[in-house]
């Protein structure tokens, strides 16, 4: 199973998507379906994405399919984030991250290393560079996971 795309709100839409699709190596695009919606596509253009909303836009259940109501603007913090991998160094993240005014900075998260990229500086992005990338598969199995947290 791998996540194809995920969906995330932004002040700015073509900012972060255009900083995420850097970070993937890959593009941003207008995201037609919906008034002024961004899309973040990886370097592998294997249709994996990241949609960009503005804050203003919800979804919700429409008639037939999804419907994207344009409303009240919300930023409030929220549990929601993703990580991603890159071919960019630690450096480069940071040095990314530093040009468009955000919090970066490296963490251990236990099984693996991340660099915390905070879009707008409110919206959590792992980053992992080459070098974090197999730690990061080594331990988010399930086996590793049941050890660490003594769940066997």
Do not use: K
Not at 50 to 65: A, F, M, N, S, W
Not at 85 to 100: F, L, R
Not at 108 to 113: A, L, S, V
Not at 125 to 131: G, Q, R
């Amino acid at each position: 199973m791998s996540i194809l795309h995920v969906s995330i709100n932004a002040e700015n839409p073509r900012e972060v998507a255009e900083f995420l699709a850097r970070l993937m190596g890959g593009r941003a695009m207008p995201f037609p379906p919906f008034p002024d919606c961004w899309i973040a596509f990886a370097e592998e253009n294997d249709g994996s994405a990241i949609e960009v909303y503005p804050l203003t836009h919800t979804l919700r259940t429409g008639d037939h399919q999804v419907s994207c109501d344009v409303g009240e603007r919300t930023a409030g913090p929220t549990f929601v984030h993703a990580a991603i991998q890159t071919s960019m160094s630690e450096a480069e993240i940071v040095e990314e991250s530093a040009s468009a005014g955000w919090m970066a900075r490296r963490c251990n998260r236990g099984p693996f290393h991340c660099i915390e990229v905070w879009l707008e500086n409110r919206l959590l992005v792992e980053v992992l560079d080459p070098t974090m990338q197999d730690d990061y598969r080594r331990g988010m199995t399930t086996e590793n996971w049941a050890r660490m947290f003594g769940l066997d």
